[in-house]
């Protein structure tokens, strides 16, 4: 196993500005794959689908659902004491009471769904793999972290396949440099080709100061997102909780509104984490472009 001590971290400041921006990016990078780490998790569907939150929402959902439905049955018990109201609106609220019963029933499984289809675009890299390709095999959830960071400081650090280190240490292959640091994490092991990276020789490109700028700028969205994102798992469960008194205030044409406006805001709220991966990865994009 390739060790911190194999990679004689100590040396590194024998390299001069190539030594310390290397070691300064290892530790950057490493921030960065904890940070998405928690990013991932707060983004997976377990965070809000733990049995407690499933008991409170199916008590708070039947007594929604009780609540509005004494306010539709009062609703239309004025509207047929009016017949004006009942034969102007009698086949659009028989309309909307069909479709009502049928969101309340498919709209658990909406949130189920929709959940499962956020995790696998976040655990395949989907936005990640439109921006820059695809880089391999898809790592398990626990991994994701490490690839991710090591895939945007190969944006910045360029070593090709078959380059070996003045040791002897293959950079890429099953014991080597990358898939230690897949595996462990442990990205004090790119100090390992300080040589070869200080040479520049046999394709090996790096771009000390960007890396640790673009690195530093990820770990400040990263640390701003994963807030963000706490607060948008609340934000989802308390739409799903409150779904039902939408979705009965739909049978009712004047009261429509309140449900266009939970759609809206629910949604709105659901792609925030594809915004906030496009916008992360778009800026890694564009300092790939410029530089």
Not at 258 to 278: G, P, Q
Request: proline share 3%; charged share 20%.
């Amino acid at each position: 196993m390739i060790t911190l001590i194999d990679a004689k971290i100590f040396n590194v400041f024998d390299f001069g500005l190539t030594g310390v921006f290397l070691f300064i990016d290892s530790i950057v990078y490493w921030v960065i794959a904890q940070l998405f780490n928690s990013f991932t998790f707060l983004a997976s569907e377990e965070l809000i689908q733990q049995h407690l939150y499933k008991e409170i929402a199916d008590r708070v959902e039947v007594v929604i659902g009780v609540v509005m439905l004494f306010f539709v049955a009062s609703a239309l018990l004025k509207a047929i004491v009016d017949p004006d109201n009942i034969n102007k609106g009698a086949g659009k609220i028989v309309k909307n009471c069909i479709i009502s019963i049928v969101l309340l029933g498919i709209v658990p499984v909406i949130f189920d769904y929709a959940f499962k289809l956020q995790n696998l675009i976040i655990s395949e890299h989907v936005i990640e793999k439109l921006l820059f390709g695809s880089k391999g095999d898809t790592p398990s959830v626990d991994k994701i972290g490490y690839e991710t960071a090591l895939n945007i400081l190969e944006v910045f650090l360029v070593i090709p396949e078959g380059t070996q280190s003045k040791d002897g240490v293959n950079w890429s292959g099953e014991n080597g440099i990358r898939e230690a640091i897949m595996r462990n994490g442990s990205f004090t092991d790119i100090t390992i080709m300080i040589e070869e990276v200080k040479e520049g020789e046999n394709g090996v490109k790096y771009t000390p100061l960007v890396a640790t700028a673009c690195g530093l700028f990820l770990i400040y969205v990263l640390i701003s997102f994963c807030i963000d994102l706490g607060i948008r798992v609340a934000k989802l469960a308390f739409y799903q909780i409150i779904a039902p008194i939408p979705i009965l205030m739909f049978i009712i044409p004047e009261k429509k509104s309140v449900f266009d406006n939970w759609i809206k805001a629910t949604i709105a709220t659901y792609m925030e984490v594809f915004i906030r991966l496009f916008v992360m990865f778009g800026v890694v994009f564009l300092a790939q472009a410029i530089f």
